[in-house]
Structure formats: structure tokens, C-alpha cells
């Protein structure tokens, strides 16, 4: 089996592979050949002896913020194979060639959505619960009010202003990927609000800008679904602003479909007394992998003056992964001494990240300890997580 990056002229029968595992259309297969040259994601394919593509995987590259730095994410997506390719192990060798190489180029993290968490575990990445989905009608939150502007986003208007107020409020959440103005525009804004029915709305109080949310019109009988596909607010001000916005549209829909960072539940906060129609599902349909320990005992925020020893297990693809480390603020140095915790590739990923507490990674059975447990408690706590890009 070759393992190797996919060229440009190669791009194009990836994307049909993706098109078949997918169960996607490909409406246009001349236009998609010709934007698949313009492509520059790094794509990789798995051949058979006889030279056949059989998979490929998509390592698309982000910043991503871990404890307030900006790190270097590869989010892995298009993951792919034909039918007549299946258990051959071809995603698996792309895996093996991918994860490495994503090291040397100096990535901190890997994340990605996957279809199956036994699956991927196996190539050391673990579970995220990062946000919350809501259902409710429109009228619980009637007591609610904004009294500021709302600007409705019309094709060719400037995006600077969501991409600055989204990048303020994904600073302090873990996970959340920086943007730039092309991110926002083709990911999250694009479209004709009258054709696509997606909305953008800018939300001013007294002139400043405090909050956005862009929704989709989903037709649905017997009313109208008002979903929520990306958000960001400053402070209370800019919250109770969406939520007072939201609240307008008792005529128009039936239902509102929104979502809250994991770290902040809205059936605690709100305050309305038809918070019990309020319906909650809990989302952990993504997973992390940590792709270089060192760099990342490094970056976490560990507090003044906790030093801990932790033994990390078991990566497979990344032998430099394995190995024990005397880790303080800013530094992590590799000793021969005893471990205070020793964890799996697996549960360190979701420790590091803030994705579970010291607490409730002791249920892991790849999670021991041998002592120094308060600063562990205080090192390894549950974190703000919040991820609004896919790939």
C-alpha cells in the first residue's frame, strides 16, 4: 500500500471518494475538478498495490486557543474509503504517515468530528463535550428585552466587525479557532438572506457592537424552525442582547434551535418562568489529540507554584509522546523520576485541554496516581470549551 500527499490532478478523485462514503451529489464534476486544483489543504491518499485510490484524509490547519496562545491545529476531516476498500486498514497507514509528519511541522493538537469515539481512540484522539443544544419556543423568553439596533448582513457588506467580535469571545475558550474576515465571509456568512434564507444579525447598544448571531430559516410543519448556526456576545450585555433579539420572533417561528458553550448552562441562568419547556441535549461529537506532549505541558496554565511529575503512555504513531516529564509554568522537562500521574495519550489529550477535571479523569482506568494529588487538582481542572468551525 503507498501512502503519500495527494497532488493537485489528484485532489478531484479524492473528492470523489468523499462523494461516495459521504452519500453527497456531485452536481458539476467539471467545476468541482477545476476548483480542486485551486485547492491547498493538505490531502492525503491511500493506493492499492495496483495504484487505485482507496482513501483520503483531509489535515486542514488552524489556530486554535489553548489557555489564552494561539496553537497550531491540524482539524482532520474528509475521512473516506470506497466501499470496495473497506477494512484493507487504509485509513490507518494515512493515520500512521499523517500523525507523525504532523508533529515534525511542529502542530500542538489534532482534533476532528468523528462517526465512531472507539474508533479514533484508536489513533490516541478522545471525547469533547463542548456545547449544549437548546429547543424552546420564542415566547420563554419573552422577559427578555433589546432595546439597541439590529443590522441585517447583506451580501458585499464589510465582515470586520463579527470577525473582531467573535475573536474576543473565542479567546477564552479552549478549542475555539481564530478567524480571519475570509473565515467568517466563506464559513459562516455567505449567502443571500433572500435565496438562502440564512441571516446574519449585527447587534448594537448604544452604537458599539456587543453581540451577533447568524440563523438559518428552516421551513418545517405545522411552524417554522429558527436555528442558530453561530454566535458570539461581550459580556452579559451582549447575551441578554441575543436573547432579547431572539425573542422577537414569536409570529415567525415555532421553535428556536441554539447552542451555549458546554461551560455555561442556560437553565441555570435564565431567568423566566417557562424555563421548564426549555429542552437540553449535551453535545460530544468531537474529539482531541495531542500531538506533541512537551508543547503542551508547556502552554497550560499551571499555577504558581505547582510542580507535578506525569508519565504519558501509549501513542503509538508519536514515540517522542512517550515519556515522563517534570512539568511547571512554562517549562516541562524530561526526568527519570517517579511519576506523580500516569495517563494514556488518550486521557492526557482531555486532561490538558480542560475537557474533564482532575476528579473525573480518576474514573478512567488509563488515569493512576501515586501522590501529589493537591496540586493535581489544582493543575488539571474543567476548562471553558467552546468549537464553532467545521471541517
Same mark, same amino acid.
Given at each position: 500500500?503507498?501512502?503519500?500527499?495527494?497532488?493537485?490532478?489528484?485532489?478531484?478523485?479524492?473528492?470523489?471518494?468523499?462523494?461516495?462514503?459521504?452519500?453527497?451529489?456531485?452536481?458539476?464534476?467539471?467545476?468541482?475538478?477545476?476548483?480542486?486544483?485551486?485547492?491547498?489543504?493538505?490531502?492525503?491518499?491511500?493506493?492499492?498495490?495496483?495504484?487505485?485510490?482507496?482513501?483520503?484524509?483531509?489535515?486542514?490547519?488552524?489556530?486554535?486557543?489553548?489557555?489564552?496562545?494561539?496553537?497550531?491545529?491540524?482539524?482532520?476531516?474528509?475521512?473516506?474509503?470506497?466501499?470496495?476498500?473497506?477494512?484493507?486498514?487504509?485509513?490507518?497507514?494515512?493515520?500512521?504517515?499523517?500523525?507523525?509528519?504532523?508533529?515534525?511541522?511542529?502542530?500542538?493538537?489534532?482534533?476532528?468530528?468523528?462517526?465512531?469515539?472507539?474508533?479514533?481512540?484508536?489513533? #490516541? +484522539?478522545?471525547?469533547?463535550?463542548? &456545547?449544549? $443544544?437548546?429547543?424552546?419556543?420564542?415566547?420563554? !423568553?419573552? %422577559?427578555?428585552?433589546?432595546?439597541?439596533?439590529?443590522?441585517?448582513?447583506?451580501?458585499?457588506?464589510?465582515?470586520?466587525?463579527?470577525?473582531?467580535?467573535?475573536?474576543?469571545?473565542?479567546? #477564552? +475558550?479552549?478549542?475555539?479557532?481564530? &478567524?480571519? $474576515?475570509?473565515?467568517?465571509?466563506?464559513?459562516? !456568512?455567505? %449567502?443571500?438572506?433572500?435565496?438562502?434564507?440564512?441571516?446574519?444579525?449585527?447587534?448594537?447598544?448604544?452604537?458599539?457592537?456587543?453581540?451577533?448571531?447568524?440563523?438559518?430559516?428552516?421551513?418545517?410543519?405545522?411552524?417554522?424552525?429558527?436555528?442558530?448556526?453561530?454566535?458570539?456576545?461581550?459580556?452579559?450585555?451582549?447575551?441578554?442582547?441575543?436573547?432579547?433579539?431572539?425573542?422577537?420572533?414569536?409570529?415567525?417561528?415555532?421553535?428556536?434551535?441554539?447552542?451555549?458553550?458546554?461551560?455555561?448552562?442556560?437553565?441555570?441562568?435564565?431567568?423566566?418562568?417557562?424555563?421548564?419547556?426549555?429542552?437540553?441535549?449535551?453535545?460530544?461529537?468531537?474529539?482531541?489529540?495531542?500531538?506533541?506532549?512537551?508543547?503542551?505541558?508547556?502552554?497550560?496554565?499551571?499555577?504558581?507554584?505547582?510542580?507535578?511529575?506525569?508519565?504519558?503512555?501509549?501513542?503509538?504513531?508519536?514515540?517522542?509522546?512517550?515519556?515522563?516529564?517534570?512539568?511547571?509554568?512554562?517549562?516541562?522537562?524530561?526526568?527519570?523520576?517517579?511519576?506523580?500521574?500516569?495517563?494514556?495519550?488518550?486521557?492526557?489529550?482531555?486532561?490538558?485541554?480542560?475537557?474533564?477535571?482532575?476528579?473525573?479523569?480518576?474514573?478512567?482506568?488509563?488515569?493512576?496516581?501515586?501522590?501529589?494529588?493537591?496540586?493535581?487538582?489544582?493543575?488539571?481542572?474543567?476548562?471553558?470549551?467552546?468549537?464553532?468551525?467545521?471541517?
Amino acid at each position: 500500500m503507498d501512502i503519500h500527499k495527494l497532488s493537485a490532478e489528484e485532489r478531484f478523485e479524492a473528492n470523489m471518494i468523499s462523494t461516495v462514503a459521504f452519500h453527497m451529489r456531485m452536481e458539476d464534476p467539471e467545476k468541482n475538478r477545476e476548483e480542486s486544483l485551486k485547492d491547498e489543504e493538505e490531502d492525503w491518499g491511500a493506493f492499492s498495490d495496483d495504484g487505485k485510490m482507496m482513501a483520503r484524509i483531509i489535515n486542514n490547519r488552524y489556530d486554535t486557543w489553548l489557555d489564552g496562545q494561539l496553537v497550531a491545529n491540524g482539524g482532520i476531516g474528509a475521512v473516506s474509503t470506497l466501499p470496495e476498500y473497506r477494512n484493507t486498514g487504509a485509513v490507518r497507514e494515512i493515520f500512521n504517515h499523517l500523525i507523525p509528519e504532523a508533529y515534525r511541522r511542529g502542530e500542538v493538537i489534532s482534533t476532528l468530528y468523528p462517526f465512531s469515539h472507539a474508533f479514533y481512540r484508536k489513533f #490516541g +484522539y478522545e471525547t469533547v463535550r463542548w &456545547r449544549n $443544544d437548546y429547543e424552546f419556543e420564542p415566547g420563554v !423568553l419573552g %422577559g427578555y428585552r433589546f432595546s439597541g439596533t439590529a443590522e441585517l448582513w447583506k451580501s458585499g457588506d464589510p465582515v470586520s466587525e463579527y470577525t473582531a467580535l467573535y475573536n474576543r469571545f473565542a479567546a #477564552g +475558550y479552549n478549542l475555539a479557532m481564530r &478567524r480571519d $474576515d475570509k473565515m467568517m465571509l466563506e464559513d459562516h !456568512l455567505k %449567502g443571500e438572506y433572500y435565496r438562502d434564507r440564512k441571516f446574519g444579525y449585527l447587534l448594537r447598544e448604544g452604537g458599539k457592537p456587543v453581540a451577533y448571531l447568524i440563523f438559518q430559516d428552516v421551513r418545517h410543519d405545522p411552524a417554522a424552525i429558527l436555528d442558530v448556526k453561530d454566535l458570539a456576545w461581550d459580556g452579559r450585555e451582549g447575551l441578554y442582547a441575543i436573547l432579547g433579539f431572539l425573542g422577537r420572533f414569536t409570529a415567525d417561528y415555532g421553535t428556536i434551535r441554539m447552542f451555549l458553550p458546554s461551560c455555561l448552562e442556560l437553565l441555570s441562568v435564565i431567568q423566566t418562568p417557562r424555563a421548564y419547556e426549555i429542552r437540553q441535549t449535551a453535545r460530544q461529537d468531537y474529539m482531541i489529540r495531542a500531538v506533541n506532549v512537551r508543547r503542551l505541558l508547556e502552554i497550560m496554565r499551571i499555577p504558581d507554584s505547582c510542580r507535578f511529575t506525569i508519565r504519558v503512555e501509549g501513542d503509538t504513531q508519536i514515540p517522542e509522546n512517550n515519556g515522563t516529564w517534570e512539568a511547571a509554568g512554562g517549562s516541562a522537562v524530561e526526568t527519570d523520576r517517579a511519576p506523580d500521574l500516569t495517563v494514556s495519550i488518550q486521557a492526557f489529550s482531555q486532561m490538558a485541554a480542560g475537557c474533564v477535571s482532575f476528579e473525573e479523569a480518576l474514573y478512567r482506568p488509563d488515569v493512576s496516581v501515586a501522590g501529589n494529588e493537591e496540586v493535581l487538582r489544582k493543575v488539571f481542572v474543567r476548562k471553558p470549551i467552546l468549537v464553532e468551525d467545521h471541517f
